[in-house]
Structures are given as C-alpha cells and as structure tokens.
C-alpha cells in the first residue's frame, strides 16, 4: 500500500541558503559550538525536535479562543481534560517546559544525599537531580550496548541493576525510580511495557515512587505497538494510557509530543507530593491554572494532545526517520539500530576511525555537516558525556561517540531529509578528511551548551 503523508504545509518559510565560506566565518564566530550558530545561517535545523514542530490548523484555530484569565480560565480546563484523556492523574499541574517539571517534582521527592535511579537520565534531569545535591544513577539494558542489534526495546531499565540498588545499602536513600520513554539519551530507543510493569512492581515493593518522564510518550506508544505482538491490535492512546497506569507520577516536556512551542506537565496520584509541588509552581511558575503558559499554549497543547495519538500521523513519523536512516546506511554510515521516531542517530565514532574520543569524532561529524551542508545538529559522545581532568583533556570517554539529527515534528519533508542525506554521503566519501577538534573552554557543568572548541590542524 503506498503511503500518503497525513498533511500538507498551510503556511511556508524560506530557509536560508548560504556558502561553504560564509558557513566556515559562521562556525569561527560561534566557536565552533552548533548551539552558538544564528538559526539565520542554519538551512536545516536538526538540533532539536523540542518545540521546534509545526502547529496544525486546528491547533492554530483553538488558540484564537483562548481564555487568558489570571485563575480557572476555560483554556486550562480544555488542557486538564486532554491531558487527564491520556495522563490519568487526579493532580495536573501546567509549568512552561519539562525541566521546570523536573525542578519542582524533584525538590519534593529529592535532596541532598537522595538518589535517583533511571534507565537514562536526560542531561537537564540529570542536572536538576544533581543540582539539590541528589546523585543521578543510570542504568540502561545490557541489550542497548550493541548499536548494530535490531533488539526492539534497547531503552528498557537493567531490571537486575534497579533491584541491585533498591535492596542494597543505598536502597533507603532512593527518591524516585524515572523512566524516560523513549530513552533519549539512549538513542530514542522504546521502553517495553514488559518492563515498565516489572519496575513499576519493584518499585512498589520497595515504596518507591515511579515516575514517567513522559517527553515521548506517544512515540513510545507507537513503537509499542509495531515491536510488541502483544499489543499490535491496542491504539497509541490505550498504550500510553497504560503506561501512565503503570507509574505514580509524571514529568513531561510537552515540547515534543505535545506538539507546542512550549510547556510542561506534572501530574500525581500523591495529593501530599502534588500539593508540595503546587506551592513551589505557583512561587515560580504562576497560578496553579496556568503554571507560565498562556492561554494560548493551553489550548495549542490541548488540541496538541489530541493530534499526537493519531496512528497516522505516527506512521508517518516512524517512516520518515526509517528513510533517513536508510539512506544514511546506503552512504556507508551507520546509525543507531533500530531506528525510532524523534531523530536518527548517526555512529560517528565508525565513520571517523582516525579520530581518538579525545578528538571528539562526534562533535567533528556535527561541524562538518555544518560547513557542507548548512545542516546544525550535536554530537551525543565524548564532548557531552565524557569525563574530563582540571585541564580539560578526556580522562573517560564516552561509551560511544554519536550525532543526533533530530526531526522536528511535521516541518522537514523528503525532499529536505534527500538533501541531507546526500551531504552525509559526501562527507563519507572522505572522511579522513574531517579534521579532530579541542576544547578551548568547557564549562563543569552542561558543557555541550556552552563550550568552545577549535579544530586540530596539522602543525
Ligand atoms: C527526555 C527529556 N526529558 C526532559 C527534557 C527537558 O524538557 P524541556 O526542554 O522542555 O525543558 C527533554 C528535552 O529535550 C527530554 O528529551
């Protein structure tokens, strides 16, 4: 059956288009850090699929009819309803983007000397563990070491490893078992709900409580239901319904499957935990019907909400990533196996065997998309995830060194992915030629965001 994508662009924007030469001035000036790049000289965005998407008509047309309202307003009551349609919590609680989610749930369940278990934590949740002086232990499935397996749940929790650390000395110091579905950090990999029921169990057993982080979770859904025969006939919906079951609590992002610009949700069972969360979001978020967002946002996230389940706008995500993935294959690059939804990610540590992690392959494969092809990405390797000494050289490499070309949601068609495609092969061609970098500053903390780093030429 050919496939027909579910939509059609309604309104455009020009991208730039600029030169080899302009674009190696631009990668100086940003200190050769993608994320110093002005979108202006970017062509193809693929930093990031966070509130980067395209909004529908419907969401546009729902947000015309906004309440903006200080206190109950008609927009937060449409959002609560579609939310609690998946999410079925009796506590929500709007903030303006996940990691104000993760910074008011964890002050409630974490502090100092408390642990928080994942199967990968995202680097601003890991963050906002370790900044209340928490420690960030993770603990992905043996399976996700090997990239090249097609095994179809490589973002599961170590089931073993969680029950290691819950029944073990540490075990009373643990806050909060968090599953990231999908497992971002973990190559957007899906979370089997095999796995979500036997953590949620354990956790129970150790009265932990386990929260989602949600970011995903209609992504994970989909996946659930094309890579589970057990669940190959239940809707996207009935899954991630399912899943939030399955957990006590929720942290989410609705910058991604909430198909926004911005926003956030927590939600609990807990009525203490919530009402602990609702003081510190209405100090620093707002009033507990809005939490920063405008009304606006609340009713481009309801209807948001209601679009992301759809099966055949999930298809079609599922298709566009399996196309550039296979593409980048035919050029002889190898991605994270097998591929999932929100990015493809490229094995930049096998493109670039003469780079060492300490010349951050990663990084340099994300450079050189830029100066060929205009396209901006980041490296998801030894730059971000390394350990470094006081002097800034890499002491402990990452596991793998890996570019993430994320894809943000219904704005990139075919034609644009063809593109990129055809700029990665060409960097194939020769990749002894793209040249190793390092680092000139890098911050303790968050590094990836703010360092600077220069190429290494041959003296
Ligand atoms: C898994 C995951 N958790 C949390 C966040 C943080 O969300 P936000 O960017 O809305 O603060 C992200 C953002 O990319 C994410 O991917």
């Given at each position: 059956?050919?496939?027909?994508?579910?939509?059609?662009?309604?309104?455009?924007?020009?991208?730039?288009?600029?030169?080899?030469?302009?674009?190696?001035?631009?990668?100086?000036?940003?200190?050769?850090?993608?994320?110093?790049?002005?979108?202006?000289?970017?062509?193809?965005?693929?930093?990031?699929?966070?509130?980067?998407?395209?909004?529908?008509?419907?969401?546009?047309?729902?947000?015309?009819?906004?309440?903006?309202?200080?206190?109950?307003?008609?927009?937060?009551?449409?959002?609560?309803?579609?939310?609690?349609?998946?999410?079925?919590?009796?506590?929500?609680?709007?903030?303006?983007?996940?990691?104000?989610?993760?910074?008011?749930?964890?002050?409630?369940?974490?502090?100092?000397?408390?642990?928080?278990?994942?199967?990968?934590?995202?680097?601003?949740?890991?963050?906002?563990?370790?900044?209340?002086?928490?420690?960030?232990?993770?603990?992905?499935?043996?399976?996700?070491?090997?990239?090249?397996?097609?095994?179809?749940?490589?973002?599961?929790?170590?089931?073993?490893?969680?029950?290691?650390?819950?029944?073990?000395?540490?075990?009373?110091?643990?806050?909060?078992?968090?599953?990231?579905?999908?497992?971002?950090?973990?190559?957007?990999?899906?979370?089997?709900?095999?796995?979500?029921?036997?953590?949620?169990?354990?956790?129970?057993?150790?009265?932990?409580?386990?929260?989602?982080?949600?970011?995903?979770?209609?992504?994970?859904?989909?996946?659930?239901?094309?890579?589970?025969?057990?669940?190959?006939?239940?809707?996207?919906?009935?899954?991630?319904?399912?899943?939030?079951?399955?957990?006590?609590?929720?942290?989410?992002?609705?910058?991604?499957?909430?198909?926004?610009?911005?926003?956030?949700?927590?939600?609990?069972?807990?009525?203490?935990?919530?009402?602990?969360?609702?003081?510190?979001?209405?100090?620093?978020?707002?009033?507990?019907?809005?939490?920063?967002?405008?009304?606006?946002?609340?009713?481009?996230?309801?209807?948001?909400?209601?679009?992301?389940?759809?099966?055949?706008?999930?298809?079609?995500?599922?298709?566009?990533?399996?196309?550039?993935?296979?593409?980048?294959?035919?050029?002889?690059?190898?991605?994270?196996?097998?591929?999932?939804?929100?990015?493809?990610?490229?094995?930049?540590?096998?493109?670039?065997?003469?780079?060492?992690?300490?010349?951050?392959?990663?990084?340099?494969?994300?450079?050189?998309?830029?100066?060929?092809?205009?396209?901006?990405?980041?490296?998801?390797?030894?730059?971000?995830?390394?350990?470094?000494?006081?002097?800034?050289?890499?002491?402990?490499?990452?596991?793998?060194?890996?570019?993430?070309?994320?894809?943000?949601?219904?704005?990139?068609?075919?034609?644009?992915?063809e593109y990129v495609a055809e700029v990665l092969a060409d960097i194939a061609k020769h990749p002894e030629q793209v040249p190793g970098y390092?680092?000139?500053?890098?911050?303790?903390?968050?590094r990836h965001f703010r360092c600077v780093t220069a190429p290494i030429t041959a003296s």
């Amino acid at each position: 059956m050919p496939h027909l994508r579910p939509f059609v662009s309604a309104v455009v924007r020009p991208i730039p288009v600029t030169t080899r030469e302009q674009r190696i001035q631009e990668l100086d000036r940003a200190g050769h850090n993608p994320f110093n790049l002005p979108s202006d000289k970017v062509s193809i965005d693929l930093l990031s699929d966070s509130g980067t998407g395209a909004l529908s008509t419907d969401q546009q047309a729902w947000a015309q009819r906004a309440d903006e309202r200080y206190a109950g307003a008609d927009s937060f009551f449409r959002f609560q309803e579609a939310v609690r349609d998946v999410v079925p919590y009796r506590h929500i609680l709007p903030v303006h983007q996940g990691r104000a989610a993760e910074r008011v749930l964890f002050t409630a369940l974490l502090g100092p000397g408390r642990i928080s278990v994942s199967n990968t934590h995202f680097d601003t949740t890991r963050a906002n563990v370790e900044l209340l002086g928490a420690h960030a232990i993770d603990l992905p499935c043996p399976q996700a070491q090997d990239l090249d397996s097609e095994e179809p749940f490589k973002g599961d929790i170590d089931l073993d490893a969680l029950k290691d650390v819950l029944t073990g000395p540490d075990g009373p110091r643990v806050g909060q078992v968090l599953i990231t579905i999908t497992n971002n950090g973990g190559g957007g990999q899906p979370v089997s709900m095999g796995n979500l029921e036997a953590a949620s169990a354990l956790a129970r057993e150790h009265g932990v409580p386990l929260i989602l982080d949600a970011a995903r979770f209609a992504e994970n859904a989909w996946l659930v239901t094309r890579r589970d025969p057990a669940y190959a006939g239940w809707s996207p919906r009935d899954v991630a319904r399912r899943a939030f079951e399955l957990a006590d609590g929720c942290v989410a992002s609705l910058k991604k499957d909430g198909l926004s610009h911005e926003g956030g949700l927590i939600a609990l069972h807990d009525g203490k935990v919530a009402d602990e969360c609702e003081v510190n979001v209405i100090a620093t978020e707002g009033f507990r019907t809005y939490g920063g967002l405008t009304g606006h946002t609340l009713e481009t996230l309801a209807q948001g909400l209601r679009e992301v389940l759809d099966p055949n706008y999930l298809a079609d995500r599922e298709r566009e990533a399996a196309f550039l993935a296979d593409r980048a294959h035919a050029a002889g690059v190898a991605t994270v196996r097998p591929s999932g939804l929100h990015g493809v990610y490229l094995n930049a540590g096998r493109l670039l065997p003469h780079l060492q992690p300490w010349q951050f392959p990663g990084h340099a494969l994300a450079c050189a998309l830029y100066r060929e092809g205009g396209i901006r990405c980041s490296e998801l390797g030894s730059l971000y995830l390394g350990e470094l000494d006081e002097n800034n050289a890499l002491v402990t490499p990452a596991p793998f060194e890996l570019v993430r070309l994320a894809l943000p949601r219904r704005v990139y068609d075919h034609g644009h992915l063809e593109y990129v495609a055809e700029v990665l092969a060409d960097i194939a061609k020769h990749p002894e030629q793209v040249p190793g970098y390092r680092f000139v500053s890098a911050p303790p903390l968050l590094r990836h965001f703010r360092c600077v780093t220069a190429p290494i030429t041959a003296s």
